[in-house]
């Protein structure tokens, strides 16, 4: 089913000519442009309807609404310019846009209400310098489930994926005159995925053991690697010196 809409949307692209396409969003004071975003509704690219107030009601199963929330379900909650792509190569156009870590959603600005990307293989956005990619993951070691990762490294044999996320804190009422009520909360969280070839990517701890039991055959020359220069494996960069010399290896 994926193939055939990426098909779809590939012969509609052709079909427009040059490859060119209208800026959208009022980005940089342009105007949006409604057909364009019509074509991209009708290619399954973007969708309508906010479903922001309808997640936190059937989560909750009570009548909350953002204003009462501390903090925010977003990244930046500002709308800032931004480039989609399609197979990396393919340049959608510039739109303003903001990441919803809540609902995993990325929301495109727009006059009459906000949009968001769908989540479709061959689909990226970078974002405020940040490659944001749909990619497949395991959910419970079964499920397979698509959602915006950002890409922190990427080589021809492996990756590294940061996934970050919103959880909504329950509040409390205050149980007499004397106690203070707690409003409910957004609480950040990331996570950190390994991807090597084709697989989905994988959920690692940043721990050298947890680390090492996920990359494929290489245990002993990477154990050296990370003796020899003191890597404490308990950080982004770490990994990603590990990953570069990774690829080295035959």
Do not use: C, W
């Amino acid at each position: 089913m994926r193939i055939k809409k990426n098909i779809v949307l590939v012969y509609f692209l052709m079909l427009m000519g040059g490859f060119v396409f209208p800026q959208y969003g009022n980005v940089n004071g342009r105007r949006p442009n409604a057909n364009f975003e019509a074509n991209l509704s009708v290619n399954n690219i973007l969708r309508g309807r906010d479903v922001l107030q309808d997640v936190l009601k059937k989560k909750n199963n009570v009548n909350i609404t953002l204003a009462e929330i501390e903090g925010e379900p977003y990244i930046d909650k500002k709308f800032l310019p931004g480039n989609i792509y399609y197979k990396d190569s393919l340049d959608l156009g510039q739109f303003l846009m903001r990441y919803n870590a809540y609902l995993g959603e990325m929301e495109v600005s727009n006059p009459n209400g906000s949009r968001y990307i769908n989540k479709m293989d061959g689909i990226s956005i970078v974002l405020n310098n940040e490659k944001y990619m749909v990619l497949d993951y395991g959910v419970d070691g079964m499920i397979v489930e698509q959602d915006f990762f950002i890409e922190k490294f990427k080589g021809s044999k492996s990756g590294l994926y940061v996934k970050y996320s919103k959880i909504l804190r329950q509040g409390k009422e205050a149980k007499t005159s004397f106690h203070t009520a707690v409003p409910p909360k957004f609480i950040s969280n990331e996570s950190y995925y390994l991807k090597f070839g084709s697989m989905n990517p994988v959920k690692v701890k940043l721990r050298k053991n947890n680390i090492l039991r996920i990359f494929p055959n290489r245990t002993k020359s990477l154990k050296k690697y990370i003796a020899e220069k003191n890597l404490k494996m308990n950080t982004l960069d770490d990994l990603v010196v590990l990953l570069k010399y990774y690829e080295t290896l035959k």
